[in-house]
T-cell receptor, first 117, second 109 residues
Framework: GAVVSQHPSWVICKSGTSVKIECRSL??????MFWYRQFPKQSLMLMAT?????????EQGVEKDKFLINHASLTLSTLTVTSAHPEDSSFYIC?????????????FGEGSRLTVL | QQPVQSPQAVILREGEDAVINCSSS?????VHWYRQKHGEAPVFLMI?????EQKGHEKISASFNEKKQQSSLYLTASQLSYSGTYFC??????????FGQGTRLTINP
């Protein structure tokens, strides 16, 4: 099946630093990718829609200046958490749909666990 | 609009059956079901698009009611590998999924 890969799998950083997470579609082109955030034992909350070649669309309540999204190519979207603070610690997951896959099926990356000290 | 799942948690013995429900106050375009193991990414199970639709694979099946406001996921003769958190998702714009709060399923030997 289609593969979506995230990197890094986990990252620990100091408060105030910025962290970049990459999401790659390995065997297909994705014009649209999605970024989710998941706190322990909670649901996946959609943060933003990443659009290749244009600005990301953010969900209500998500700070666009805090969570910078760049979708510079058809296989790569990046999420940068700027000036991270402990409350930003979470599991960040990206997803994309494969053009040749089942209608509506999303493929998720492995997730990136961010811990801000 | 986040769909509502019930129950929040289920504990079963291997071989028992389970039903997980997903409902919305408005008719849905589609409903998606995913399973997530601890520390891993969600894995697609199935999608239902039509009112009255039922589909399944092996011992996991799902239905979508005629009004397209409720879906149920059925796990028959559960196996240990079925353990995890199950999420239903509804489309909110092109390909954009909004997930329910999840149902944690624990299968004991």
């Amino acid at each position: 099946g289609a593969v979506v890969s995230q990197h890094p799998s986990w990252v620990i950083c100091k408060s105030g630093t910025s962290v970049k997470i990459e999401c790659r579609s390995l065997d297909f082109q994705a014009t649209t990718m999605f970024w989710y955030r998941q706190f322990p034992k909670q649901s996946l909350m959609l943060m933003a829609t990443s659009n290749e070649g244009s600005k990301a669309t953010y969900e209500q309540g998500v700070e666009k200046d805090k969570f910078l999204i760049n979708h510079a190519s058809l296989t790569l979207s990046t999420l940068t958490v700027t000036s991270a603070h402990p409350e930003d610690s979470s599991f960040y997951i990206c997803s994309a749909s494969h053009p040749g896959g089942i209608t509506g099926e999303l493929f998720f990356g492995e997730g990136s666990r961010l811990t801000v000290l | 609009q986040q769909p509502v799942q019930s129950p929040q948690a289920v504990i079963l013995r291997e071989g028992e059956d389970a039903v997980i429900n997903c409902s919305s106050s408005k008719a849905l375009y589609s409903v998606h079901w995913y399973r997530q193991k601890h520390g891993e990414a969600p894995v697609f199970l199935m999608i239902l698009l039509k009112g009255g639709e039922q589909k399944g694979h092996e011992k996991i099946s799902a239905s979508f009611n005629e009004k397209k406001q409720q879906s149920s996921l059925y796990l028959t003769a559960s196996q240990l590998s079925y353990s995890g958190t199950y999420f239903c998702g509804t489309e909110w714009g092109a390909q954009k999924l909004v997930f329910g709060q999840g149902t944690r399923l624990t299968i004991n030997p």
